[in-house]
DNA sequence: ACTCCGATTGTT
DNA sequence: ACAATCGGAGTA
C-alpha cells in the first residue's frame, strides 16, 4: 500500500462525512470504528477503497489509492484484465484488490481482505502533498505516498508541499 | 420529481 | 479532450 489520502470528519469539507450533509445512507460507514472498509462508487463505474481509522462517530477514513503489487500479481492482473497500471489510483486498486460493494462496513478482519502491517518506511521515502481529485481544501497535506513507487498514481499535483497543517478541529 | 455531479479511468 | 454511467445529494 503506498499511496492514500486521509479524509477527516465533518470538518474536512472534502470529505464524505463532511458536515454539509451529516450522516446518510451513503457515507454512514465513514462514522464506524477503526478497521471497517467503507466503499463506495465513484462516476457510476470504479469502487474506492477507504480503511476507517477515526474513533466510531468521528468519521475519518483513509482513501487507498495506490498498491504497489508484490504477491498475487497474477490474480491482480487477472481482475484488471491485464491492464495497466495494475493498481496505481483508486479505481484500480480496488479492482486488483477484488474490492466492490459488497466489502461495504464489513471489517477489514471479517473479510477475504487482509490487511498486513509491520513495513517500516523511512520519513525520507514519504512525500506529502495536497489531495487529488477533490474541490474543496485539496491542499490540505493529507496526501501520502512512497516516493518512486511504481503503485502511486500520478505526479504530485503540489509539489514540495509539505508543512501547511489542516485547521485544528 | 428533477437536476447536477463526483475522492476516476480508459479511449479518442 | 471526452465519454462512460448511476445513485446520492441538493433543490423544488
Redesign the pocket.
Known sequence: MVET?A?LGPEDP?????T???I????RM?FEAPGVA?V???????W?L?VITGAEGEGQ???I?GVEPTVGVESMARR??G???LA????????ALGVDGSLNGHHLSHTPLELLTGWTIADADVAITG??????AAEWPLRFFVRGSTGV??ASPHPGQRDALPPSP
Open positions: 489520502e479524509y472534502a470529505s464524505h462525512a463532511s454539509r450533509s451529516g446518510t445512507n451513503r457515507n465513514m467503507y463506495y462508487r465513484i462516476y457510476g463505474v470504479h474506492c477507504n477514513g483513509v482513501l489509492r484488471r484484465h491492464r495497466r497500471p496505481a489510483g483508486p479505481g484500480r486498486a480496488a479492482q489531495r487529488v481529485g477533490v474541490a474543496k498514481s500520478k
